[in-house]
């Protein structure tokens, strides 16, 4: 763990180990930090605040500046252990690096434009200054489906700000975490302005570091079961928060859609990091009129993905996280098959030489997918695709809508005004439009119901790190 610049092992000595979910190889082990270790990491962040918030924002920024090009200079290592770690195939896991590193670059342009305000005041011996300032402490907990970029979209923004943070990464990803704060080192983050703590406890530990009184703000990216969680225990101390949690992105297909070229789109989004993104599609909605060209291509797409071990050439699905994930799926096919969906292809784990040892789940397509079926409302975090097909007396806005998540959405038209006008009726947080990747450190991330508070990436996603105070003068 890192805690106020030096690298320690758990205050009891205790490991755990992180492995490859491909193989089951062991990668090593981590310091399982406790309740001890978080508070020692949120105070040592409470004592650096005041000198890193006191720098000038150009100071900050470089220090950004330099993670970011050291990142670059890093990406084929991190790549390669983040494919053996989390999984995703090794061209994603390259990109994934890309996109982190963007984030410390945005940020650090970001730092220098915390502008505040002067507003007219209605005396003439008066005036109304209003500053942003960094909020305080921040904590960071983060998912493993994406170990590095969900680091950066917190650490880099919260820096910028001049806030100090402690990070709580995900426990199967522990060592993309580790690699990443080393890299903060070097770049001349003063101690105490980073601190991780790594646990196989995320109750306990989690529990500690939400409730510490010297915590100001936090940023939680993962379920929406447990952003519920910390949301209440962080509104018992009113603090700030940001949650980003999960999806169930609707993909509408509209009568006049190209049927092949969104049908590439769909394969292609749901084989982001092997469908373990809150972003991917979770109910494809299709007219009918174009549903049978589509699914044609769909399932020829899904059903040539080669999956395997990412670091092989030419694999695009790579494991999932671990067993659990696995029943998830079986869950959902054989619950769907049950209530009449058709298996088009996949629909089981996949076994064999090269599988047996990690958690690989065939990519899917399913048919005739129904409103009384699991996999229309629960978060499906696989290869699985379900497809509904609509017709002309549906309303496929509100089949769109017919969910309490909010964060991504997609629709294939040729026609630019039906377009604008479904993209507006959709009630998501980001709407892609013949589009499978709507996001970029430059653009809000977030959704909106089930899916989260708040923003990140952009011009936004500083704000979330900044208290306005207003200063009033006479004179
Ligand atoms: P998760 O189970 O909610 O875990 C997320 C983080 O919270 C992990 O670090 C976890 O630690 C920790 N945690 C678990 N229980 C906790 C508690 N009681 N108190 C404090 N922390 C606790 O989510 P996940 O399975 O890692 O990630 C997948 C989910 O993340 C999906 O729903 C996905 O849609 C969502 N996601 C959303 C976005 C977005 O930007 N909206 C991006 C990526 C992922 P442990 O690892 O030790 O359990």
Redesign the pocket.
């Known amino acids: 763990m890192f805690i106020e610049g030096t690298w320690r092992a758990a205050t009891d000595g205790a490991e755990f180990t992180s492995t490859n979910p491909a193989t089951g190889e062991v990668l090593g082990s981590v310091p399982d930090g406790g309740p001890v270790d978080a508070s020692r990491a949120v105070e040592a962040a409470h004592a650096a605040f005041r000198d890193w918030a006191a720098k000038t924002a150009y100071e900050r920024a470089a220090v950004l500046q330099s993670a970011h090009v050291l990142m670059l200079e890093r990406r084929e290592d991190l790549a390669q252990l983040m494919t053996r770690e989390q999984g995703k195939p090794l061209r994603m896991a390259r990109t994934e690096v890309t996109y982190a590193a963007d984030f410390l670059q945005w940020f650090a342009e970001e730092a220098k434009r915390v502008y505040g305000e002067t507003i007219p005041s209605a005396r003439a011996n008066h005036r109304f200054l209003a500053l942003k300032q960094p909020i305080g402490v921040a904590l960071a ?6 170990p590095i970029s ?1 680091l950066t ?1 917190k650490i880099g923004p919260a820096l910028a700000a001049g806030c100090t943070i402690v990070v ?5 990803t522990p060592l993309c975490a580790i690699e990443t704060v080393k890299i903060l080192e070097e770049a001349g983050v003063p101690p105490g302005v980073v601190n991780l703590v790594t ?5 306990a ?3 500690t ?2 409730s510490h009184p010297l915590v100001r703000k936090i940023s ?8 519920r ?2 949301a209440a ?1 962080a509104g018992e101390r009113l603090v700030r928060v940001s949650m ?4 169930h992105a609707p993909f509408v297909v509209l009568p006049d859609a190209d049927p092949v070229h969104a049908a590439k789109g769909a394969a292609a989004l749901k084989s982001l990091n092997s469908g ?4 991917c599609e979770n109910r494809v909605l299709v007219h009918e009129s174009v549903a049978e060209e589509f699914t044609q291509v769909l399932v020829q797409r899904m059903a040539r993905m080669a999956a395997g071990d990412g670091r092989t050439d030419g694999v695009t699905i790579g494991p999932l ?1 671990d067993q659990a994930a696995i029943d998830k799926m079986q869950r959902q096919v054989d619950d769907a098959v049950a209530k009449g969906a058709t298996v088009a292809t996949g629909g089981q784990r996949l076994a064999g030489e090269g599988y047996d040892d990690g958690f690989f789940w065939a990519p899917t397509v399913l048919t005739g997918v129904t409103p009384e079926m699991l996999i229309y409302r629960e ?1 499906t ?1 696989g290869p699985m695709v379900p497809v509904i097909t609509y017709g002309d007396d549906d309303d496929v806005v509100a089949m769109a809508n017919d969910t309490d998540y909010g ?1 991504a959405a997609y629709v294939y038209t040729k026609d630019l005004a039906l377009a604008v006008r479904t993209a507006e009726g959709l009630d998501f947080g980001m709407v892609g439009i013949n589009d499978i990747n709507p996001t970029s450190a430059a653009v809000p ?3 909106v119901k089930q ?2 508070l708040g923003r ?1 990436g952009a011009r936004e996603g500083i704000l979330e790190y900044l208290d306005t105070k207003v200063i009033g003068l006479s004179m």
């Open positions: 907990i983060t998912p493993w489906n994406y969900m979209r709580k990464p995900a426990e199967q646990s196989s406890d995320p109750v530990v989690g529990d570091l939400v939680f990216t993962g379920s929406t079961e447990v952003g969680l910390i225990r980003e949690l999960g999806g373990q993104a809150c972003i996280i978060e975090f964060l991330f977030g959704g899916s989260g990140e």
